[in-house]
């Protein structure tokens, strides 16, 4: 069974870092592109960044860009995101999710991870 | 404003069929990205509905087709049931943005 498990959200000052992880099992982690999604709370779904099969490209919405760096080890299957210089609408859960095929970065999300809160404030 | 245009609400009474559309441009779903479907119940984690404008996964019921032309795509549900209540997303690839997008997502009511 795919199993993808986030930590390390939690309450952070503006203009503070958080290191999100997340730990995947059940599938060869290293043929599939991952990225992560966002929802504020009670807002909709917004792709946040993500990162090639290999590691070695990834891609970033504007919202994020230069703030946040996605990457990703093979040999411990885990996928993180370091956010840095948060706002208070970085507030949401974020999902780590997996591409629904191999080596595929234009398609579904399937499974989604149960999601870890980041919340901004003073 | 998302780059993917969905109602933001629509509903339907048991047993009625209900779409929900989805707009986009041609950097996506016009370039010919796949559309895919998402359903988060109250409370829960986003499920994948259909992928690749008309794929159902495993165990999601033939209620649920969806379909895709032009620069919009089309989710459609029939046999409307109380559990059906939740909110649902399109999700394509964008290439101006290089990345992922969704739509705003609707929620569907069932009266």
């Known amino acids: 069974e795919v199993q993808l498990l986030e930590s390390g959200g939690g309450l952070v000052q503006p203009g503070g870092s958080l290191r999100l992880s997340c730990a995947a099992s059940g599938f060869t982690f290293s043929n599939y592109a991952m990225s992560w999604v966002r929802q504020a709370p009670g807002k909709g779904l917004e792709w946040v960044s993500l990162i090639y099969s290999g590691g070695r490209s990834t891609s970033y919405a504007d919202s994020v860009k230069g703030r946040f760096t996605i990457s990703r080890d093979n040999s411990w299957n885990t996928l993180y995101l370091q956010m840095n210089s948060l706002r208070a609408e970085d507030t949401a859960v974020y999902y780590c999710v997996k591409f629904g095929q191999q080596l595929d970065i234009y398609n579904w999300f399937d499974p989604w991870g149960q999601g870890t809160l980041v919340t901004v404030s003073s | 404003q998302s780059v993917l245009t969905q109602p933001p609400s629509v509903s339907g009474a048991p047993g009625q069929r209900v779409t929900i559309s989805c707009t986009g441009s041609?950097?996506?779903?016009?370039?010919?990205?796949?559309v895919h479907w998402y359903q988060q119940l109250p409370g829960t984690t986003p499920k994948l509905l259909i992928y690749v404008n008309n794929n159902r996964p495993s165990g999601v019921p033939e209620r649920f087709s969806a379909s895709k032309s032009g620069t919009s795509a089309s989710l459609v549900i029939t046999g409307l049931q109380a559990a059906d209540e939740a909110d649902y997303y399109c999700q394509s690839y964008d290439s101006s943005l290089s990345g992922s997008i969704f739509g705003g997502g609707t929620k569907l009511t069932v009266l």
């Open positions: 041609n950097f996506n779903i016009g370039a010919g990205y796949g």
